[in-house]
């Protein structure tokens, strides 16, 4: 962090002593004024519910301006990512800050394909759920059972335990997202084979079965890997905070991206997709492109909770950069697989055109967020719905862990703890039961 020598000064109206407080200038974006000090000099906390106003941390791994939609890992943009790398060098350049060479990424995609089995006990878990058990659910379960293989391998403080929990992390996702796909639908689970790509291998143990050889469609496996990419990692959103929450305790690595998976859940964040499928598929079995004003009407009204899903961000103020490469693998899927005509697709885009164009929207600067069209591309590319989000969290993963790795790699971190505005009852005596009218 570079010290400004513009200094901020915090004055009181009651003639409390003013106090300094330093300001420090990142590479890119906005300034943050230092108040760790502010407790301990005024005995007053700041308040900044939802942390809006609030950077927890210094980071290098992802950078996002709202205002111009931009997204940079590691300062490459998320648009030359997609084009020219796949998720496996992504992966490579969260972990590690640069691209790999063409050795590295040799190396790099060998030892994650060497780490895609899980241990066999892990199918036993899968049985103690329903088998129509909500994916996430699973997944939530599944990846802290992980922690249970490695907990006495795993010193978090150790770099080498880090980096091989990593790679564990990184390799057995796809297996445990396919495994938790096979379990709900029956079919026996899909061994990985690795001499398949990593999102060619995921699509081959959620789609092959034993009975028939399967050859991976190279389309599908393209998006499925761009669909990875544009999920990595997205600076402190609400799921890497909780990782690096979770993290900050100590705790085993495997039990912190399961807390992670858990929040991701939520149809604010990674649910949305989820959500936003489902709002399309309600619009259309209403009547389609002809009830969009009226659905639209409902999302503008105060006392409907309906919200337009995929829509609205709390840093892009303009469109997600995600969302526009999102919409041209949406075409390119379509196309593969004869879904040109999809009429998800042409609702989603009329909704987008006419919420574009409408003062709510425009007012408050709501444009389609990464859920908006992820959930067509994965439902065309033949993922279940209620997988999306798992399919996210398997994307995530990278980012919580590279973010988790910056976090204990950083000799100045603490426990998280924050404080609060406590406006609960004044102490006051318990009485006696008997007492208690
Ligand atoms: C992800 O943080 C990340 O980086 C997340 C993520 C990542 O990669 O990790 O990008 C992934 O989670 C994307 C977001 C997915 N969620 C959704 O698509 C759900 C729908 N969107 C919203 O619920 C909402 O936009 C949030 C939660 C995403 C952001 O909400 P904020 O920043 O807290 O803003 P807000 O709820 O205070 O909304 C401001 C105004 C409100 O109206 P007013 O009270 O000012 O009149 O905008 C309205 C909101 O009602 N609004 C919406 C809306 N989103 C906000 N109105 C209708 N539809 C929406 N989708």
């Known amino acids: 962090m570079i010290p400004s020598d513009v200094k901020a000064t915090l004055s009181f109206s009651d003639g409390s002593p003013s106090m300094d407080l330093p300001i420090y200038k990142g590479s890119v974006g906005p300034n943050v004024i230092d108040i760790r000090k502010l407790y301990g000099q005024t005995g007053k906390f700041t308040y900044d519910p939802g942390f809006l106003s609030t950077a927890s941390c210094n980071s290098t791994i992802t950078y996002i301006d709202g205002d111009k939609g931009e997204l940079l890992y590691r300062g490459y943009p998320i648009e030359q990512l997609a084009q020219n790398c796949d998720f496996m060098e992504v992966c490579y350049l969260l972990l ?32 103690g759920f329903r088998r129509d058990a909500h994916p996430m659910a699973v997944m939530t379960g599944l990846v802290g059972a992980l922690s249970a293989f490695y907990h006495d391998s795993t010193d978090v403080h150790n770099p080498e335990h880090r980096a091989i929990a990593a790679i564990r992390l990184i390799a057995k996702m796809p297996t445990l997202v396919a495994m938790s796909y096979k379990y709900g639908i029956g079919q026996p689970y899909i061994y990985p084979k690795n001499s398949l790509s990593y999102s060619a291998n995921f699509m081959r143990m959620m789609f092959a079965t034993p009975c028939e050889d399967y050859e991976p469609n190279e389309v599908l496996v393209r998006a499925m890997d761009r669909i990875f990419i544009l999920h990595a990692d997205h600076e402190q959103n609400a799921s890497t905070s909780t990782v690096r929450m979770c993290g900050s305790s100590g705790t085993n690595p495997f039990a912190a991206i399961a807390a992670g998976v858990a929040c991701l859940w939520g149809p604010a964040h990674g649910g949305a997709n989820e959500a936003c499928l489902n709002m399309l598929g309600d619009i259309q079995k209403q009547g389609g492109v002809e009830k969009i004003g009226e659905f639209i009407k409902q999302v503008k009204d105060k006392n409907s909770s309906v919200k337009l ?11 997600d950069p995600r969302a526009k490469l999102m919409r041209e693998t949406c075409h390119e899927v379509l196309g593969a697989v004869g879904l040109g005509n999809d009429p998800l697709f042409k609702l989603a885009m009329a909704l987008e055109k006419i919420a574009l164009e409408d003062e ?3 007012a408050r600067k709501l444009y389609p967020n990464v859920d908006f069209y992820s959930g067509i591309v994965q439902r065309a590319i033949g993922i279940p719905v209620p997988l999306f989000t798992a399919i996210f969290a398997l994307a995530r993963t990278v980012g919580w862990i590279a973010q988790l790795d910056e976090m204990i790699g950083d000799p100045e971190y603490k426990i998280g703890r924050p404080r609060q505005l406590f406006v609960g009852s004044e102490p006051r005596h318990v009485k006696p039961l008997a007492q208690r009218g």
């Open 309 to 319: 899903m995929g829509f609205g961000h709390r840093v892009y103020k303009n469109y």
């Open 360 to 362: 709510y929207f425009v």
């Open 96 to 127: 590690k800050g640069e691209l790999p060479n063409p050795q590295e990424k040799k190396d790099f995609d060998r030892l994650v394909s060497v780490h895609t089995m899980v241990n066999e006990q892990m199918q036993f878990f899968l049985r």
